[in-house]
């Protein structure tokens, strides 16, 4: 079965730290670019950040940017997603995705939702929760 399955969350307090993974089944984490997502309650699902097939990473949210650190394992098949100085504002449902099944990200925040689309490959999820 081609899916993602995400792992690594937790509840933790303001300022500390988590690490998510995005671990790929029925295909290679090289295969695609990886989007990373999060759904805020009552808010709409946002695209903060891709990674490319060759290594390089783009951080689309502000908020994230110098907190927030992709990797890749080709072993583990997996994507991890370092989050450091985590703020109650983190507090979300965070997903991974491939990023219209394409090999690059845009670097271009509109353009990368264009590109995303119904055959994307998407995890279930796991909940970030933030205490202040």
């Known amino acids: 079965q081609v899916q993602f399955v995400e792992s690594g969350g937790g509840l933790v307090q303001t300022g500390g730290s988590l690490r998510l993974s995005c671990t790929a089944s029925?295909?290679?984490?090289?295969?695609?670019?990886i989007g990373w997502f999060r759904q805020a309650p009552g808010k709409e699902r946002i695209m903060f950040s891709c990674?490319?097939?060759?290594?390089?990473?783009?951080y689309y949210q502000d908020s994230v940017k110098g907190r927030f650190t992709m990797s890749r394992h080709s072993a583990n098949n997996t994507l991890y997603l370092q989050m450091d100085s985590l703020k109650p504002e983190d507090t979300a449902v965070y997903y991974c995705?491939?990023?219209?099944?394409?090999?690059?990200?845009?670097?271009?925040?509109?353009?990368?939702?264009?590109?995303?689309?119904?055959?994307?490959?998407w995890g279930r999820g796991t909940q970030v929760t933030v205490s202040s």
């Open positions: 029925g295909f290679s984490i090289e295969d695609f670019a």
């Open positions: 990674f490319s097939t060759d290594g390089s990473s783009f």
């Open positions: 995705a491939t990023a219209g099944r394409l090999s690059r990200c845009y670097s271009h925040y509109g353009s990368a939702l264009m590109a995303l689309y119904e055959g994307d490959i």
